[in-house]
């Protein structure tokens, strides 16, 4: 096992030195504006930006961001960030000055950034299973190991890896495809009656469950089987079921519809399978805060820290989103500098929202100036 683990960092590690190699190459190899390389940020690339490049920003509902920013600051990721800020915000009379007089914006430099959005999304259950509810909703299961890769090397940060034991041997998990057809060494929090809609809340990562006792429980992300998320999106345009114009969860949902046969056929190509545990409040994020409205969003946190204050400027055909937001979760989708997945609520037309969002993005992420800084 410890072989095993040895390889697995070495090639992790290996990987991560190739791409920052390229990475740097790629943006301060050419003949661009220089950019800013923080060594808390190692993978990302920052240009700073003056608060005038901020659409929106001086007409920005500062007693919402105010509140924002001092839940967020009740996260210990966020109080390392912060530090004394955190405190100092809590005497704030205007928090725009504030976020002028502390911070400085910095846009983060991506090639194809994207913002989506996910939401709470509400299924139908029941505790005992029956010939209507009979798809499980898992707890993590028993026999599902996990290691903290940078428990044993440094370098590999928040990598984990997940599998089972065979034997002495550490092998990868049951993928989706094979857990359907065995039990699962796990208790079920209660059982669905859609096999589509618990998948969809696995993509979404948390959501409630109104049981047929009328009674409504709360559910969010526990663990992963460890293997690598794949869009069925992406699928079913690769297999021209769906045009890559008209992809979204409406569409999907509607495409399943009329193809009950092939259900499984398309799910079992996303081989990650999500477990979840049953929580006490609404949707709450890798933080452990719950998430707000419009205000929380999930990040790849190997390139923008949880916890940290970020601006965002996005356009639809619909909606605008140009609004101060924090890093508040993660998700198995969201991968790289570039992307960015705003929680939109509870309810129908938060997934309309959700399940349609896929705008080009501009973000920025607030950094603490330096004490010099703040006293000129």
Same mark, same amino acid.
């Given at each position: 096992m410890?072989n095993?683990?040895f390889?697995?960092?070495?090639?992790?590690?290996?990987?991560?030195?190739?791409y920052?190699?390229l990475t740097?190459?790629?943006?301060l190899?050419?003949s661009?504006?220089p950019?800013v390389?923080f060594n808390?940020?190692?993978?990302?690339?920052?240009?700073?930006?003056?608060?005038?490049e901020?659409p929106?920003?001086e007409?920005?509902?500062y007693?919402e961001?105010f509140?924002?920013?001092?839940n967020?600051?009740k996260?210990?990721?966020?109080?390392?960030?912060?530090?004394?800020?955190?405190?100092?915000a809590r005497?704030?009379?205007n928090?725009?000055?504030?976020?002028?007089?502390?911070?400085?914006?910095?846009?983060?430099?991506s090639?194809?950034?994207?913002?989506?959005?996910?939401?709470?999304?509400?299924?139908?259950g029941?505790?005992s299973?029956?010939?209507?509810?009979k798809?499980?909703i898992?707890?993590?299961?028993?026999?599902?190991?996990?290691?903290? &890769?940078g428990a !044993?090397? +440094?370098?590999l940060g @928040?990598? #984990?890896?997940?599998?089972?034991?065979?034997g002495?041997? *550490?092998?990868?998990?049951?993928?989706?495809l094979?857990?359907?057809?065995?039990?699962?060494?796990?208790?079920?929090?209660?059982?669905c009656?859609?096999?589509?809609?618990?998948f969809?809340l696995?993509?979404q990562?948390?959501g409630r469950?109104k049981?047929?006792?009328?009674?409504?429980i709360?559910?969010?992300?526990?663990?992963?089987?460890g293997h690598?998320y794949k869009?069925?999106g992406?699928?079913?345009?690769?297999l021209e079921?769906?045009?890559?114009?008209?992809?979204?969860?409406?569409?999907?949902?509607e495409?399943?519809r009329?193809n009950?046969?092939?259900v499984?056929?398309?799910?079992?190509?996303?081989?990650?399978?999500?477990?979840?545990?049953?929580?006490?409040?609404?949707?709450?994020?890798?933080l452990g805060?719950e &998430?707000?409205p !419009?205000? +929380?969003?999930a990040? @790849?946190? #190997?390139y923008?820290?949880?916890?940290s204050?970020?601006? *965002?400027?996005?356009?639809?055909?619909k909606?605008?989103?140009?609004?101060?937001?924090?890093a508040?979760d993660?998700?198995?989708?969201?991968k790289?500098?570039?992307?960015a997945?705003?929680?939109?609520?509870?309810g129908?037309?938060?997934?309309?929202?959700?399940?349609?969002?896929?705008?080009?993005?501009?973000?920025?992420i607030f950094?603490p100036?330096?004490m010099?800084?703040?006293?000129?």
């Open positions: 410890n095993f683990l390889c697995i960092g070495i090639i992790l590690f290996m990987k991560e030195i190739v920052i190699f740097l190459f790629v943006f190899g050419c661009r504006e950019k390389l808390e940020l190692p993978q990302t690339h920052l240009t700073r930006s003056e608060y005038s901020l929106n920003f007409d920005e509902n007693e961001v509140n924002s920013f001092l967020n600051c996260s210990v990721k966020t109080q390392k960030i912060y530090q004394t800020l955190c405190l100092e005497d704030a009379k928090m725009k000055e504030f976020t002028r007089k502390n911070f400085i914006p910095y846009e983060i430099d090639r194809d950034p994207l913002l989506t959005g996910y939401y709470e999304p509400e299924l139908h029941s505790f299973k029956s010939s209507r509810y798809y499980p898992y707890n993590t299961p028993k026999d599902l190991v996990t290691v903290s &890769l !044993l090397y +440094s370098e @928040d990598y #984990r890896l997940r599998g089972r034991l065979e002495n041997k *550490l092998v990868p998990y049951y993928s989706r094979e857990l359907s057809g065995q039990s699962v060494d796990a208790e079920a929090i209660c059982y009656d859609s096999k589509i809609d618990l969809f696995e993509v990562g948390s469950v049981m047929d006792n009328n009674e409504t709360f559910i969010g992300y526990d663990n992963q089987n690598p869009s069925i992406k699928r079913l345009v690769q079921e769906i045009s890559q114009e008209d992809i979204s969860l409406q569409s999907l949902r495409w399943f009329f009950p046969d092939r499984d056929e398309v799910l079992n190509h996303n081989s990650s399978v999500v477990f979840f545990k049953r929580r006490e409040r609404a949707a709450s994020g890798s805060l &998430l707000t !419009l205000r +929380s969003v990040v @790849d946190p #190997r923008v820290p949880l916890g204050m970020l601006y *965002l400027s996005a356009e639809t055909n909606v605008d989103f140009k609004r101060v937001v924090f508040q993660t998700g198995g989708a969201i790289g500098s570039e992307r997945d705003m929680f939109l609520g509870f129908d037309e938060a997934g309309e929202i959700a399940g349609e969002l896929k705008a080009p993005l501009k973000l920025w950094m100036k330096s010099k800084e703040r006293e000129n």
